[in-house]
């Protein structure tokens, strides 16, 4: 079975701009959650998608932002780009909700300069 | 508020010894605990985890203890082999999400 696929796996984008990064879960699985890891920070909880719908959101801004379409791919935007935005952007899959086992993806690496 | 912490950014090891591995957390309503390892240019992949009703949980060589009343969990890891060496991090469950640690860098010596 496929794991848990992200792209780009890399980008390069500069202050103010925005980008979309992508996700494809583990076939089956409906959950679908999004965490931003810095150094220093460990992964921040962003959103949770499940059956097409936003489940639980983090503390970020709202120009954070995200959608899970009908076959569960899901995708995130981030608007207005800012310096900080700099990170390793996980995607992680589970069958289902309140199910702890949660499987990553190798992460979208975003510089923004 | 940082509810999940490892206060310990990196440790290394010599290869057949003990790892132990600390985190701590402030929510008493966490009702599970997890353990993630990862590697570069790779995502987080589960390790072990325990319930909020037990305090030991064990997987060959990996061991996972939650002492409830101090909200401390650790991760022993016997014998430590070059391969652990890698970032890990702490996660525990509050409704369906997952709240992680900084993580801690393991590093195993030959």
């Known amino acids: 079975k496929a794991g848990v696929?992200?792209?780009?796996?890399?980008?390069?984008?500069?202050?103010?701009?925005?980008?979309?990064?992508?996700c494809s879960p583990i076939s089956g699985h409906r959950s679908v959650s999004w965490y931003q890891q810095t150094p220093g920070q460990g992964l921040q909880f962003l959103f949770e998608y499940f059956s097409e719908t936003q489940r639980n959101k983090g503390n970020?801004?709202?120009?954070?932002?995200?959608?899970?379409f009908s076959n569960s791919r899901?995708?995130?935007?981030?608007?207005?780009l800012e310096l900080?935005?700099?990170?390793?952007?996980?995607?992680?899959?589970?069958?289902?909700?309140?199910?702890?086992?949660?499987?990553?993806?190798?992460?979208?690496?975003?510089?923004v300069t | 508020d940082q509810q999940v912490k490892q206060n310990s950014p990196s440790l290394s090891v010599q290869e057949g010894r003990i790892s132990i591995l600390n985190c701590d957390y402030t929510n008493s309503?966490?009702?599970?605990?997890?353990?993630?390892?990862?590697?570069?240019?790779?995502?987080?992949?589960?390790?072990i985890s325990i319930s909020s009703i037990k305090d030991k949980n064990e997987d060959g060589r990996f061991t996972v203890f939650l002492n409830k009343s101090a909200?401390?969990?650790?991760?022993?890891?016997v014998p430590s082999q070059p391969g652990d060496s890698a970032v890990y991090f702490c996660?525990?469950?509050g409704g369906s999400r997952l709240t992680f640690g900084e993580g801690t860098q393991l590093t195993v010596n030959p």
Not at chain 1, 60 to 68: D, V
């Open chain 1, 60 to 68: 970020f801004p709202g120009r954070f932002s995200g959608r899970q």
């Open chain 2, 71 to 77: 909200k401390h969990l650790s991760l022993h890891i």
């Open chain 1, 74 to 80: 899901s995708e995130m935007n981030v608007s207005t």
């Open chain 1, 5 to 22: 696929t992200q792209t780009p796996r890399y980008l390069i984008k500069t202050r103010g701009q925005q980008v979309t990064l992508s």
């Open chain 2, 29 to 47: 309503m966490f009702d599970y605990f997890l353990w993630y390892k990862k590697y570069p240019a790779e995502g987080p992949t589960f390790l």
């Open chain 1, 84 to 111: 900080g935005d700099s990170a390793l952007y996980l995607c992680a899959s589970s069958l289902g909700r309140f199910l702890y086992e949660q499987y990553f993806g190798p992460g979208t690496r975003l510089t």
């Open chain 2, 91 to 93: 996660a525990a469950r």
